[in-house]
């Protein structure tokens, strides 16, 4: 039952991040368009950020489990 | 736009895929095989397989070409397409291989009432199958037509048939197999892509951006050209992320692998390789931004599903544009077979052994069902392709992904982490999630203004995730504490000891 606490922990900062992240990419076009050098805004920093933080999270979650599962 | 070159790939990619078949038919003895590979299929090859099942055509081509054309507004598509994937490892993945058999709805069905959620399951599963395989099939008509030249309904006949023998020879066996070659073939054709555009801009990615900047302007990398309301893209969001948790032809895959350590790790690699190709369709996007050109990809398809493809052409010559086409084609009948086999089983296993025929069946009643099914399911979609051609299919997309979220999810997640649960709860949170999606993109400007062209709609999202999955789920919970099941709160230990186990 500890993994379903864990699981729902991911789940809801997954979804946090994701719903904040849509959400200021159209109420805060100003931020997500400015530019930090030139090709890179801070909305395509998000758009890698985001997907890294998703497979991190995930990578994260495995070794916890299998690790909890070895002991 | 059809070469000798690309008709050789064409070719060749159904000859191998045939012959890949023909072992796999060879292999498939029992319902086991059938359905779930006989559970042999290891982590990686299953999240290949994942991969290859969830990385249809439209979102490979469409959107390498929503990037293409509209710069960052056509990068939150990717994302949301990923973002469903760690859903499926923390909550879904583990537990189907733990309590289910072929479908999803043996999970939901595994301590309530086995006939009511199986009938509920298998309306919501059909109608999440049958509209994302017409909206492919439609797709798969059209970028076949404009890639090999081949008219719209010999390709629709070709997509069929080719997949009706997939299924129906190989069952689940062949259709791993195929989607596992497509996704390597898939992500070789996307990393040679990024390594033109890359050695194009000396190796400094942001120099392909900056390139984009310099030829069309600041707005390119702004957003606000797709999206305008913030809900609206929230709601879209959502109903992605559930959606890929809830699709019954992704969750039945984790039926393959022989335990829960191999599901998890599959889930893990898969939403590792989308993580990737969903990255490198960023550098696809703004390669053919930059390499073709906007108005060269709006020329040949407005909505810039060429863009890949004529990428291809600009830097790798005719050789290049054949072996991406061919992966094109490959990834519609991986994605196909997938959607005809969750269809066959929910049709075989969840109506006809547990609702009409129960512990009455024959042996090998089941897959022939199954088969039966399989070729009516593919000559109903051919038919369905033919009739819809030239209809703006998009809406059955965000149909099938709405009701996957509101209707699928829901009924997971409640019967198998919530004790309280019960059948009647998770039914009625089926029902109403299933029908308000519905409701609600019927009357929505996606249908309303650009399919029937009225002059206003009467709700004002295009997708109405934010309302029905909450829906979904705070009736799923208000019915459940109404009523009773005593059988449901009993079983629930045994779930537990399953889940873990």
Known sequence: ?71 | MADTITIFFFVAMIISTLMLTFFAARKTKITEDFYAAGGKISAFQNALALVGDFVSASSFLGFTGLIAVNGFDGLIYPLMGLMGWPLVLFLVAETLRNLGKYTFADAVAFRMRPIPIRIAAAISSMMCTLFYLLAQMVGAGYLIQLIFGIPYVTAEIIVGAVMIIYVLFGGMIATTWVQMTKAVLLMIGAFILTYLVWSKVGWNPFELTHKAVEIYGDDILAPGKLYSNSWDLVSLGLAFMFGTAGLPHILMRFYTVPDKTAARKSAFYATAMIGLIYLLTFFLGFGAMVYVGRDVIANFDKGGNMAALLLAQALGGPTLLGYIAAVAFATILAVVAGLTLSGAATISHDIWVGVIRKKTLKKGEEVKVAKIATIVLGVVSILLGIIFQGQNVAVLVGLAFSIAASSNFPALVLSTYWKRATTQGVVASMVVGGLSSVTLIGVSPTVMIDILHCESCWFPFKNPGVFTIPASFVLGIVVSLLTKDKEAETKYQTLCKRMSN
């Open chain 1, 1 to 71: 039952m500890r993994s379903s606490k864990m699981s729902f922990l991911f789940s809801i900062a997954l979804i946090v991040v994701n719903v904040l992240f849509l959400f200021t990419i159209v109420s805060c076009q100003d931020l997500v368009s400015r530019v930090l050098f030139p090709g890179l805004t801070l909305g395509i920093l998000g758009f890698i950020a985001v997907i890294t933080f998703a497979v991190l999270l995930t990578w994260i979650y495995v070794r916890y489990v299998n690790q909890s599962e070895s002991k």
